[in-house]
C-alpha cells in the first residue's frame, strides 16, 4: 500500500510533503527515477525472462538430459560389450588350451603304443606316432582359425550392433555388410 501511494505521488508529481514517502518519493525524482518506465521495464523483464525459459532454457535442458541418457547407456551397453568380448576370449582360450591337452594326450598315448610295440614294429608305430601329430596338428590349427573366425565374425556383428546402437538408428543391409567386412579386416590385421 505505500507503494502504491508513493506511485501516486511520483505520478501526480504532487509537491512533496513532509512525510516519509514524499521524502523517498521526491529522493528517486531527484535520481530521475521515471516510476512508470521503471514499473514497465520490470514487468517487460519478467514477461521475457518467463517466455525465454519456457520456450529456450527447458527445451535445451530436456535435450541435454536425453543425450546424457544416451550417451551413458552407449557407455553402459559398450561395457557389456567389452565383458561379452572378453567371455568369448576366454572360451576361446579354454577351448585352445583343451584342444592343446587333448593332442598331448594323443601324442603321450602314442609314444606309449610305440613303447609297447617298439620290439615288433618299431618303424610302423613310429610313422603312426607321426602321423597321429600332423592330424592332431592339423586338427589343432583348424580349430583355432574355426574359432578364429566364429571371433570375427561375433566382433563384427557387435561392432555394427554397437555402431547401430550408438548411432541411434537401424542399419540397412547393405551397411551392415559393409561395417561387418570394415570390422573384420580391422580384425584380421
Do not use: C
Request: aromatic share 8%; net charge neutral.
Amino acid at each position: 500500500m505505500q507503494a502504491t501511494y508513493l506511485f501516486l505521488a511520483a505520478v501526480t508529481n504532487a509537491p512533496p510533503d513532509t512525510g516519509a514517502f514524499a521524502q523517498v518519493g521526491a529522493l528517486l525524482s531527484r535520481f530521475g527515477v521515471n516510476w512508470p518506465s521503471f514499473i514497465a521495464a520490470v514487468v517487460n523483464f519478467a514477461l521475457v525472462a518467463i517466455v525465454l525459459y519456457w520456450f529456450a532454457f527447458r527445451p535445451l535442458l530436456k535435450t541435454l538430459d536425453e543425450r546424457n541418457a544416451r550417451i551413458a547407456d552407449g557407455l553402459r551397453f559398450s561395457d557389456e560389450m567389452k565383458a561379452k568380448l572378453a567371455d568369448a576370449e576366454k572360451l576361446y582360450a579354454e577351448r585352445l588350451n583343451a584342444a592343446a591337452a587333448e593332442a598331448a594326450d594323443l601324442a603321450r598315448e602314442a609314444v606309449a603304443r610305440a613303447k609297447i610295440f617298439e620290439e615288433r614294429a618299431a618303424q610302423e608305430a613310429i610313422a603312426k606316432a607321426n602321423d597321429i601329430l600332423r592330424r592332431a596338428d592339423a586338427q589343432l590349427a583348424h580349430d583355432r582359425e574355426q574359432m578364429r573366425a566364429e571371433l570375427r565374425t561375433e566382433v563384427a556383428r557387435l561392432v555394427v550392433e554397437i555402431t547401430g546402437k550408438v548411432l541411434s538408428k537401424e542399419l540397412s543391409a547393405d551397411e551392415r555388410a559393409r561395417f561387418t567386412a570394415a570390422a573384420t579386416t580391422e580384425i584380421t590385421n
